[in-house]
């Protein structure tokens, strides 16, 4: 294998359709729903305060989804997975379209949670087996940049099917068409794994090995790493997914309208989109540092800008500057967290190890929606998000303390 450049002969046009579009077009499905969460629960009767927990029932589904899900992959393989997945979120849309109870809509969301976990995971293992260390950050990071693809494009139908006249269930629906485009790609397009069946040892690709060590085992193992890089990690997840509660709960609690709403999360989200080759390029040229503490970095800054505008009579316009600064930041480390678990799995068996990761990431990204209803509960929306601007300082400190300079080969 000496002397043979992996990176140049990784089959990039072979592998690039069956392992972005369908990601694209789940993501896009996904952007559809997200921002319409809690206007959906307060139409069901929730309080701001229910409305926030409803929302975060998608985040618990993805930590709950972390759990089996190295164990799924590493059973049936990834494209099974993902279509299994997709089929699992199919179920929970259903369910959310008939919903008429609030407790109904959050079973729902933790379903949708769960198919997405499962699917994000399947895809990443893969990337993580295949991409040579050379493109990883990078390829990670277009990885990151569909899923903002999604978050801008999303959105954008959403508001658009809302502007026609169409109820807020109508998302539901693009949610289901997404979906549904996701699984015929992965049923129609070849398995990317079968390109690497094919590809001759010397190019120093390593097949996917089956899981041979459950989650809880690895994240005994792996205590120390989990416990002070995987925690800072999980400070930017609680950042991304307070974002993703916080600005539907904002624009609800000044006054929005839901096609005010969309439109505003959804150009936010073409800020953060158009950023993702730029994280990637930062991290494979100057390290991983120098992505994710800026990233949370600016994110601290969108969260005062929010907690200090909350009464003042331009709330509107601030919430808009505010939701492109986090959008900005969020787009400064997109990839980071795949980037970051890639760099510190075991190369030839990812999954159990990833799933661990992804475990503990989406522990803070679970805790996000439950620590602003509870701040929202006892005090105010803007004491919330003050609360997240701290944490994200203390998830960059702890980064710059315990993360590796350089990641694992």
Not at 327 to 353: C, E, H
Request: hydrophobic residues 60%; glycine residues 12%.
């Amino acid at each position: 294998m000496s002397g043979v450049d992996q990176s140049e002969r990784f089959p990039w046009r072979r592998v690039a359709g069956a392992a972005y579009v369908p990601t694209a077009a789940f993501a896009i499905g996904e952007g559809a729903v997200i921002p319409y969460i809690p206007l959906i629960a307060g139409d069901l009767g929730a309080s701001l305060a229910v409305a926030a927990v409803v929302a975060a029932m998608l985040t618990v589904g993805q930590l709950a989804g972390d759990v089996p899900g190295g164990a799924v992959v590493g059973r049936f393989g990834e494209r099974p997975t993902m279509i299994g997945a997709g089929l699992l979120v199919l179920v929970a849309l259903a369910l959310a379209f008939v919903a008429s109870e609030v407790w109904m809509l959050g079973v729902a969301v933790f379903v949708l949670g769960l198919g997405h976990a499962v699917f994000g995971l399947a895809r990443h293992a893969f990337m993580t087996t295949y991409v040579p260390l050379r493109y990883r950050a990078r390829a990670l990071s277009t990885l990151g940049g569909i899923f903002r693809m999604g978050m801008f494009v999303g959105p954008l139908i959403g508001s658009a099917v809302l502007g026609l006249g169409l109820g807020l269930g109508a998302v539901w629906v693009v949610c289901a068409i997404g979906t549904v485009i996701a699984i015929a790609v992965l049923v129609v397009l070849p398995d990317p794994t079968s390109v690497f069946e094919r590809t001759p040892a010397t190019t120093g690709v390593i097949e996917l090995a089956s899981e041979r060590a459950g989650v809880w085992q690895v994240v005994r193992e792996h205590a120390r790493v989990l416990g002070t890089v995987g925690v800072g990690a999980a400070m930017l997840s609680l950042a991304r997914s307070a974002r993703s509660v916080l600005l539907p709960l904002w624009a609800v609690s000044i006054g929005l309208d839901g096609v005010t709403t969309g439109l505003v999360i959804g150009i936010a989200g073409g800020v953060d989109f158009a950023l993702f080759f730029v994280s990637g390029w930062v991290m494979d040229r100057f390290g991983r540092l120098w992505s994710v503490v800026p990233s949370l970095s600016i994110m601290a800054i969108a969260f005062v800008l929010l907690a200090a505008s909350h009464d003042l009579d331009a709330a509107t316009t601030w919430f808009i500057a505010a939701a492109i600064v986090l959008a900005l930041g969020n787009g400064l480390g997109s990839g980071i967290l795949m980037t970051l678990g890639a760099d510190l799995a075991d190369r030839q068996n990812p999954a159990p190890f990833l799933g661990a990761w992804r475990l503990t990431v989406d522990l803070g990204g679970a805790a996000a929606p439950l620590l602003i209803s509870l701040l929202v509960s006892v005090a105010s929306i803007a004491w919330a998000a003050g609360g997240l601007a701290v944490m994200c300082v203390a998830g960059a400190g702890m980064l710059l303390r315990w993360l590796p300079r350089k990641p694992r080969e």
